[in-house]
């Protein structure tokens, strides 16, 4: 964001910028990823006027300042009917819970649930009964669309073990019969690289015969194995950047690193929608914790400006360090960080940008090198760059890269590197080898193709679905495909009609998501064939006829044009 006659009060005179003064250490993390924040005098600007200009400018920014490429989202507002018909249900559901409960108690009703022993009646309570009060009388109901074994690869079609219960879905017998071809529309594979054929399944398998499959230490002492360490210099070369450090485990990735880069007297600004290992490793960290509405730029400058102005609680000191926590793809609502926007902010404000690209890393971009590809910025300017290799590459684990000094840094104070196991050599070879592919190292255009083939997919599939009238969120890019179903009851009985014609989906709703959007989410993959998709849109139009979810009423608001907050804040200028 750059001084223009936008951001300048009408008067003439210029709100002076708080500076973010720069504090010299001699530390790997301190010279990579420390700044103070340094407080300045204050002008008051007239606040109908600071909210116009912050509106014009994010608006101008969104439609061109910024980006090189159209930038589509949409949200469509629930039907007042449906939303107060999904109360009603979630009202209904909860008055019988209790009474069952009740029943329970009594010993009417057998009671399934995990209890205190007799003799421990006493004690501390281990398990929370009231809190478990969704679980039990609500998820029970339909957690046969959870938890479905499969017993093939996670491809375009998978093959499910049949699994029957006799006690309202405690518990599970398997009848030995196996549901074939059953069309994938669940798994993250979204470039098809899950595969048990073809290079990648070769390599780990030549790899397995020389490395073994674990490794049985830690890196720092006898785990640190050659392929360990060409991996760690191609996905840098990959992403861009000086360096990059693997970690076992992607949820870890988040959790055990983000208490390594920020701490006590330091700022964290989340996304509301964040995914759960962001938030716990920003509640493990013990920074203060603020929370921006999703993808609301205004929001987000809003809550800069008062962190420069106003400093920490109590003391007003300057933050240590303001480190901007998002997504590239959020995975719930299929919504694509408005990145431009937030390197913008973090330059003009001098914070820290980390970027969890888990489901945005080879399904984004011409080249697949994720969210930072996909609007043709400089890789350099995200502080912190986080990804998976669950998803794209087909395979397990995280990485972050970023520059050297942070890299060194964190191989010596993350938990994830100190304590945890090495990766496992063909998990490793198969990350090799599909990322290899998607280069175009390999000598073919493979790589390159399915990337362009999940683009063709996801715009395709999305663009069905529109038509057929259901409401569906999120960027038209993002192969993450969100359908709302709204009504808990139509939870269950969407996952299960799908499956009795050969579809396997993934079905959400609270505590995941909000109360009144229980949603379907299908996952497009590069491996998905156009004969593939429309048997699956024929099926989705069929079921969803005949539970009347066509709820589009072709009013879509796009995601510039949400609500943001009526705060009255000050302006700011370079």
Not at 130 to 145: A, G, Q, V, W
Not at 442 to 464: C, M, P, S, W
Not at 562 to 569: A, E, G, W
Request: some cysteine; proline content about 5%; charged content about 25%.
């Amino acid at each position: 964001m750059t001084e223009s006659p936008a951001t300048k009060p009408a008067d003439g005179d210029v709100c002076p910028r708080a500076k973010n003064g720069l504090k010299p250490e001699r530390n790997g993390l301190a010279k990579s990823l420390h700044r103070c924040h340094e407080r300045q005098p204050k002008h008051h600007c007239r606040p109908e006027e600071a909210m116009e200009e912050m509106e014009e400018v994010h608006a101008a920014q969104r439609h061109g300042g910024l980006y090189g490429r159209p930038f589509a989202e949409s949200f469509e507002e629930t039907p007042m009917l449906v939303a107060v018909l999904t109360y009603m249900g979630y009202g209904i559901l909860t008055v019988f819970g209790y009474l069952r409960d009740f029943l329970r108690h009594w010993k009417i009703e057998r009671c399934h649930i995990a209890r205190e022993k007799e003799d421990q009646k006493d004690f501390v309570p281990l398990y929370q009964d009231f809190e478990n009060f969704y679980t039990r009388n609500l998820y029970m109901r339909i957690r046969d669309n959870w938890n479905r074994p499969l017993c093939s690869v996670p491809g375009a079609k998978v093959d499910l073990l049949e699994r029957a219960s006799r006690d309202y879905n405690w518990t599970f017998d398997y009848t030995g019969r196996v549901v074939t071809d059953v069309i994938n529309l669940g798994s993250y594979n979204y470039l098809g690289f899950a595969e048990n054929t073809g290079p990648c399944a070769d390599s780990a398998a030549e790899v397995t015969l020389k490395y073994g499959v674990g490794v049985a230490s830690t890196r720092q002492e006898m785990g640190n194995l050659d392929r360990h360490e060409e991996m760690e210099k191609l996905v840098a070369e990959f992403l861009g950047v000086e360096a990059a450090m693997a970690f076992g485990m992607g949820f870890a990735t988040n959790s055990m690193n983000i208490p390594a880069l920020a701490g006590k007297g330091c700022l964290i600004l989340s996304d509301e929608l964040n995914h759960a290992s962001l938030v716990l490793g920003a509640r493990l960290s013990g920074s203060t914790i603020r929370i921006y509405k999703h993808n609301n730029m205004q929001n987000l400058e809003q809550l800069l400006r008062e962190a420069i102005v106003h400093g920490q609680p109590r003391t007003h000191r300057p933050w240590k360090k303001i480190l901007i926590v998002v997504e590239g793809i959020y995975s719930m609502e299929g919504s694509v960080v408005c990145l431009p926007e937030v390197i913008a902010l973090k330059k003009r404000y001098r914070a820290y940008l980390y970027l969890d690209e888990a489901h945005s890393i080879g399904a984004l971009g011409p080249r697949g090198r994720g969210v930072v590809d996909y609007f043709g910025l400089d890789p350099c300017d995200v502080d912190v760059m986080m990804g998976t290799f669950t998803k794209s590459f087909g395979a397990a684990g995280g990485y972050i890269a970023g520059k050297r000094e942070l890299i060194e840094y964190l191989r010596s104070h993350s938990h994830s590197a100190v304590y945890a196991t090495s990766m496992s050599p063909p998990v490793v070879e198969q990350i090799i080898t599909s990322m290899k592919c998607i280069m175009g190292e390999d000598g073919t255009t493979i790589g390159l193709e399915r990337v362009q083939q999940l683009a063709v997919n996801t715009v395709y599939f999305r663009k069905r679905l529109g038509e057929m009238g259901f409401i569906i969120y999120g960027n038209e890019n993002s192969p993450v495909v969100p359908m709302m179903l709204y009504m808990p009851a139509k939870i269950g009985a969407f996952g299960r009609e799908m499956l009795k014609r050969n579809i396997g989906v993934v079905v959400v709703g609270f505590p995941a998501t909000p109360i009144i959007e229980s949603r379907a989410r299908f996952c497009i993959s590069a491996a998905h064939t156009k004969d593939l998709l429309d048997r699956a849109l024929s099926v989705i139009s069929e079921v969803g006829d005949l539970l009347q979810l066509k709820y589009s009423r072709h009013k879509i608001q796009p995601s510039s044009a949400r609500p943001v907050d009526d705060n009255v804040f000050e302006d700011i200028d370079d």
